[in-house]
C-alpha cells in the first residue's frame, strides 16, 4: 500500500510538470495551429539563465522571476522574428522552423554553459515527507510544483474566460478574419499566445531541473511527456493539458514502478497511439465552433 502512495503522489508530481509543458503546447497550437517542436529548447535557455542569475548570487526568487521575463521574451521574438514569416505557408514550413530553432538554441546553450550536466538548486527540501513513521516519496518542493502549475492553470482559465485580453486571444484563435473586422489586433494576439506559452515553459524547466541534471538536452523527455499529455487531453483544450499531464505522470509512475522504468517510453508511445486511434481529438477536446 506504501507503495501504490508513493507511486501515485509521484506521478502526480511528475504530471505536474508534464501538464505545464502541455499547456505551453496547447497555447501556441490555439493561437497558431502549430506545434511548437522547440518548446523543450526554449525552456531549456529560459532554465540556464535562471541557473546563471542563482550562480552569480542571486536568490531562487530572482532567478524564477528571470526565467519567466526571459521565457516572456524569447516567445514573443520567436513569434514576430520567425513565425510570422510563415504564418500563411505549408504547415511543413512551421514544422521545419521550430526544429531548426531547436537546433540553434541547443547549440547556443552548448557553447555558452557547456554540455557537462549541472545541479539546479530546489526551491523547498527534496527530503519526503515523514507520516507515521514512514518516509513518503513526496516532498515539500513537490509539493510547490504542484502548487505553483495549479494555479498558472486557474490563471489562463481566469484569464480566457473573464478578461478582455483572454476574449481577444479566443476570437483571434477560433475567427482571425471576424477579429479583425471588430478592431482585433490578431497578429499582436499571436505575440501575447506565443510569449505565454513560453512564460509556462519556463515554469515547467525550472521547477523539474532540480530533479534532473541540467543540460541541452536534459528536457527532450519532457518536451514528448508535455506532448502526449496535450494530444491526450486535447490540443484545443488547456484544462484537458492538465487533466491529461496528471493521467498521464500518474499512468508512466506505475508503469516505472511495477513493471520497470526501462518500459516507460514504450508506455508513453502506447497511450499516444491508443489515443490517436480511439479519439484523435483529445478526450477533453473544444468545441469545433464556439461564441467568443
Known amino acids: 500500500?506504501?507503495?501504490?502512495?508513493?507511486l501515485t503522489l509521484s506521478g502526480i508530481s511528475d504530471g505536474a510538470i508534464y501538464a505545464a509543458v502541455?499547456?505551453?503546447?496547447?497555447?501556441?497550437?490555439?493561437?497558431?495551429?502549430?506545434v511548437n517542436f522547440a518548446q523543450g529548447a526554449m525552456l531549456m535557455i529560459t532554465t540556464f539563465i535562471?541557473?546563471?542569475?542563482?550562480?552569480?548570487?542571486?536568490?531562487?526568487?530572482v532567478g524564477f522571476l528571470a526565467a519567466l521575463l526571459s521565457g516572456l521574451a524569447l516567445g514573443a521574438v520567436t513569434e514576430r522574428v520567425l513565425i510570422r514569416r510563415v504564418e500563411h505557408a505549408p504547415p511543413l514550413n512551421a514544422v521545419?522552423?521550430?526544429?531548426?530553432?531547436?537546433?540553434?538554441?541547443?547549440?547556443?546553450?552548448?557553447?555558452i554553459w557547456g554540455n557537462t550536466p549541472?545541479?539546479?538548486?530546489?526551491?523547498?527540501?527534496?527530503r519526503g515527507y515523514t507520516v507515521g513513521g514512514t518516509t513518503?516519496?513526496?516532498?515539500?518542493?513537490?509539493?510547490?510544483?504542484?502548487?505553483?502549475?495549479?494555479?498558472?492553470?486557474?490563471?489562463?482559465?481566469a484569464m480566457f474566460r473573464f478578461t478582455s485580453l483572454g476574449l481577444q486571444m479566443r476570437a483571434a484563435a477560433f475567427a482571425p478574419e471576424v477579429a479583425r473586422l471588430l478592431g482585433v489586433r490578431v497578429g499582436r494576439m499571436f505575440t501575447v499566445g506565443w510569449a505565454?506559452?513560453?512564460?509556462?515553459?519556463?515554469?515547467?524547466?525550472?521547477?523539474?531541473?532540480?530533479?534532473?541534471f541540467l543540460g541541452p538536452n536534459s528536457f527532450d523527455p519532457i518536451l514528448i511527456g508535455g506532448f502526449v499529455a496535450a494530444v491526450l487531453g486535447g490540443l484545443d483544450s488547456p484544462p484537458g493539458a492538465v487533466i491529461g499531464g496528471l493521467l498521464l505522470g500518474l499512468a508512466l509512475s506505475y508503469v516505472s514502478g511495477y513493471e520497470g522504468s526501462a518500459l516507460v517510453p514504450l508506455a508513453a508511445l502506447a497511450i499516444l497511439v491508443l489515443?490517436?486511434?480511439?479519439?484523435?481529438?483529445?478526450?477533453?477536446?473544444a468545441a469545433q465552433e464556439r461564441r467568443v
Request: no cysteine; hydrophobic share 65%; charged share 5%.
Open 96 to 111: 521545419i522552423v521550430t526544429l531548426g530553432l531547436y537546433t540553434v538554441l541547443v547549440a547556443v546553450a552548448g557553447m
Open 136 to 157: 513518503l516519496l513526496f516532498t515539500p518542493n513537490d509539493t510547490f510544483i504542484v502548487l505553483v502549475v495549479i494555479a498558472v492553470a486557474l490563471g489562463l482559465a
Open 275 to 285: 489515443v490517436l486511434m480511439i479519439r484523435p481529438s483529445g478526450l477533453f477536446s
Open 118 to 126: 549541472k545541479s539546479f538548486p530546489a526551491a523547498f527540501s527534496l
Open 22 to 34: 502541455a499547456l505551453a503546447l496547447v497555447l501556441i497550437w490555439r493561437a497558431t495551429r502549430i
Open 50 to 61: 535562471a541557473y546563471a542569475v542563482i550562480g552569480a548570487g542571486a536568490s531562487y526568487v
Open 1 to 6: 500500500m506504501t507503495k501504490f502512495i508513493d
Open 196 to 212: 505565454l506559452a513560453a512564460v509556462a515553459g519556463a515554469i515547467a524547466g525550472v521547477l523539474v531541473a532540480p530533479s534532473v
